[in-house]
């Protein structure tokens, strides 16, 4: 039998028609079948640039670390498509779309949620200047297209950060962050902002700390005070060791 993943030579709109259309020569257990594991979407990932595409854009946005501070490592352009889109850009895009389909997938999946911020910073960034030389978006990419998915994605994010029924998913979580519970013991949602968290005070570089700006924006939005003031604490924590940048 061939294989879905095939279709990811074309576009995510491609994709999608093999999720929701398969033939009798396609068996798909779960709509995420298709797609390649979350360690090979990691690696993608990481093979891209952490810093913005231009500095300048540190002006604009504070939560970019200063010019100077900038690794300008050259990257190698990544391989894009007729659309303007690299391949991580086009399975996160599939993988936003569907996940928006199939909310149980979702929150079954929440490590996607990390690589739908990644691209929806990627995407801001290109729309800022899109004349910039971009890793992630070519020169083709549609801006209302790119406009499209930055709403899609926070439209996830919001659901997924502002609907659970559980009061006390954020304090789970912060219990881990203090090493006062196995990581491993967490459900989906607190595993989520918890591994955010550790990557941004592991990476401590641009892209991390941006994504967990995105996150804990969110995260934090109805916060009492007694629970303001125990994440300011780890925030303190966490700056004294020089390990969380998010302005």
Sequence with gaps: MSSVRSFFGDSPQDILRAVFHAGPGIQLHSTLDM?????????????????????????????????????????????????????????????????LEDRHALKSNTWALRHFCALSIY????????????????????????????????????????SSSDEGWRLTAFDAALGKRSAESLETLP??????????????????????????QRTFHELDTSEADLWMMLARKMEVKGKWHVG
């Design 35 to 99: 797609f390649p594991p979350p360690q090979r979407i990691d690696e993608l990932l990481y093979q891209i640039s952490a810093d913005p595409i231009h500095p300048s854009l540190a002006v604009i946005n504070s939560h970019i670390p200063p010019a100077a501070t900038l690794r300008h490592k050259h990257t190698s352009p990544l391989v894009q498509d007729s659309q303007g889109f690299s391949v991580y850009a086009r399975i996160v895009q599939a993988l936003v779309q569907v996940l």
């Design 123 to 162: 995407a801001q960034d290109f729309l800022s200047i899109p004349s910039a030389s971009s890793a992630v978006f070519g020169s083709g990419a549609s801006i209302p297209e790119l406009e499209a998915l930055v709403s899609r994605v926070e439209q996830v994010m919001t659901y997924m950060l502002t």
């Design 191 to 216: 595993r989520f902002l918890f591994d955010t968290i550790e990557f941004g005070r592991e990476s401590d570089n641009g892209r991390e700390s941006r994504i967990l700006w995105h996150v804990l």
